[in-house]
């Protein structure tokens, strides 16, 4: 079939050609479903000298909270990270706040409604089969990974699929761009482990569809497949929003195409489907931690309740710092913070400015405590008090300034805002040095934007303004966050942003399609790409392969 005849090939024979490309695309998808299933029904840590199938902190803070759930019908994880296990469950990635009893416990710091829907799963598995997480790890684990991650893999590329078909491009650029996702990305390697980022790009995958289909179709024609895409419209938005909640933003776009197309059914299906898992997150959350805030919100002390101006400030700087609480300070406490005896430390934040003295005052007899703050550079003898808000600073916290020396070099924090652009870009992390098959994506926002041939100008200017927001928010970070995601393969704050780059190859790979030159290219870019992925296949939670290889007289 010729160039031009492939080209005409969805208006003049859309039968014949969507039978054709699903038999190609039901090939790839299938193989790489059954790579994905294939490593997640073997996942083993083999970085350690015991058995495990977690991999990192990250996803036992997940796991901690399932067993709690299920095991101890608990939202604290106390029992459960407990040291001395055949098997390690503590994490790094905890917060300590009062519970409902009015005690100090430990909480998974991540979004709770993703390890909820696990520990249905689990509770499913425990009741139907008596099988325990605790005596019957790798099976439970397995088997749960193989549900939710199979699951979503095989959303992530068949929606991907539904897109393609919906633009008018040659076979051979169809194929690439599936190919690309089934194997190219590092979306796959995470599917052998517990986290947020794949479900998001399925999510935000199932939005590109449904959002690609909208603009397309008016809403006079085939209105119930019309109202069915606008109620898969909003739950898969809030779903990716609830899993990276960076995606809000594709949350808020998602909901105006969706109006701009029809207002009737905005209101009728977008809305409540979105709300519905909106009530879920923010639900959850506020059932897990008494507070509509995620835990990532509780990194800085509470907005002031009292304050006094004691003058010189030295004397009372100097009590506090060896442990006593002046009279003068003590006198101006709220009634709730007049404790009967106390501990006083001084704080150990990491993002303390400079001329802020802090001391964290906590009671003797229960776990309730406040803040004392003094402020050199507002008012020197101006002492305030503040209720502990910071849920990461506890005894023994990885996060503490006091545990620096203890953290791996990227949780150090890039201190150099241009040398963290260059890694996040095009260096040890890089976005397009460690998958080069995003230049071709970058590239094709362009194409997309300026061109009418293909009717997605809206959709490449989306991904461009989306793309760079998401990239600058992270760039825009302060030193402690300025980690590059952690000890992890790539740079997993934008995986959710991999499904509109996808769709954004497809006018490049069409455009480099014609020449057996350009299709070298292609694969090349593809191969490399490959490589990188396939580096961290056995665990996603290593460091790139170009971190490890980066010249040590050069800035990390």
Request: with cysteine; glycine share 6%; charged share 15%.
């Amino acid at each position: 079939m010729s160039s031009a005849n492939r080209q005409a090939c969805p208006t003049e024979l859309p039968a014949f050609c969507q039978q054709r490309h699903w038999s190609i695309y039901w090939i790839l998808i299938a193989c790489s479903l059954a790579v994905v299933c294939g490593r997640i029904a073997t996942v083993q840590n083999h970085t350690v000298d015991y058995d495990t199938p977690f991999f990192s902190a990250n996803d036992r803070s997940r796991w901690a909270t399932v067993r709690a759930l299920v095991d101890e019908q608990s939202f604290h994880i106390d029992d459960v990270i407990v040291r001395g296990q055949a098997i390690n469950w503590d994490t790094i990635d905890k917060v300590q706040h009062i519970g409902a009893d009015e005690k100090m416990h430990a909480y998974s710091s991540k979004p709770p409604l993703l390890a909820s829907v696990v520990a249905a799963g689990y509770f499913a598995i425990k009741t139907f089969t008596g099988l325990s997480i605790t005596s019957d790890t790798f099976v439970v684990t397995r088997a749960l990974l193989l549900l939710l991650n199979g699951v979503c893999w095989f959303a992530m590329l068949y929606f991907l699929a539904k897109t393609i078909d919906c633009i008018s491009v040659r076979d051979w650029s169809r194929y690439y761009v599936l190919a690309c996702a089934g194997f190219g990305t590092f979306l796959s390697t995470f599917a052998v482990t517990l986290n947020n980022h794949l479900p998001a790009a399925a999510a935000a995958m199932a939005t590109v569809y449904c959002i690609t289909k909208i603009s397309r179709d008016p809403d006079s024609r085939l209105p119930q497949a019309t109202w069915r895409t606008f109620l898969l419209a909003g739950i898969a938005s809030a779903l990716a929003f609830s899993n990276d909640l960076p995606a809000l933003a594709l949350l808020a776009v998602t909901g105006l195409v969706c109006l701009w197309s029809s207002r009737r059914l905005t209101m009728t299906a977008f809305l409540p489907g979105a709300l519905v898992i909106l009530a879920a997150f923010f639900g959850t959350n506020y059932a897990f931690h008494g507070d509509w805030r995620m835990p990532y919100a509780h990194r800085s002390d509470g907005a002031a309740v009292a304050s006094v101006e004691i003058e010189p400030a030295w004397p009372v700087i100097e009590k506090l710092d060896v442990g006593g609480l002046p009279a003068l300070v003590e006198n101006a406490l709220p009634q709730k913070y007049r404790f009967s005896s106390v501990t006083i430390t001084p704080g150990d934040w990491p993002s303390t400015p400079p001329n802020v003295r802090r001391w964290n005052v906590k009671d003797r007899l229960s776990d309730q405590s406040f803040v004392i703050q003094h402020d050199a550079a507002s008012k020197l003898g101006l002492f305030s008090i503040h209720p502990r808000s910071n849920w990461y600073e506890y005894e023994g916290s990885y996060w503490l300034k006091s545990n620096f020396e203890k953290k791996s070099l990227v949780d150090r924090g890039q201190g150099d805002p241009l040398v963290y652009a260059f890694h996040v870009l095009l260096g040890h992390h890089g976005i397009f040095s460690l998958t080069p098959i995003w230049i071709l994506a970058l590239a094709g926002m362009m194409v997309l934007m300026f061109s009418s041939r293909y009717q997605l100008r809206w959709f490449g200017l989306m991904t461009i303004v989306l793309s760079v927001v998401v990239v600058t928010f992270y760039l825009m970070r302060p030193t402690i966050d300025r980690n590059y995601g952690g000890v992890s393969s790539g740079l997993r704050w934008v995986f959710w942003l991999y499904p509109l780059w996808l769709v954004c190859i497809l006018p490049m790979a069409d455009s480099l399609a014609q020449s057996k030159l350009g299709r070298f290219f292609c694969l090349l870019l593809l191969a490399a790409s490959v490589i990188s992925v396939s580096w961290s296949n056995l665990n996603p939670w290593v460091h790139p392969w170009l971190y490890e290889i980066w010249p040590s007289d050069l800035p990390l």
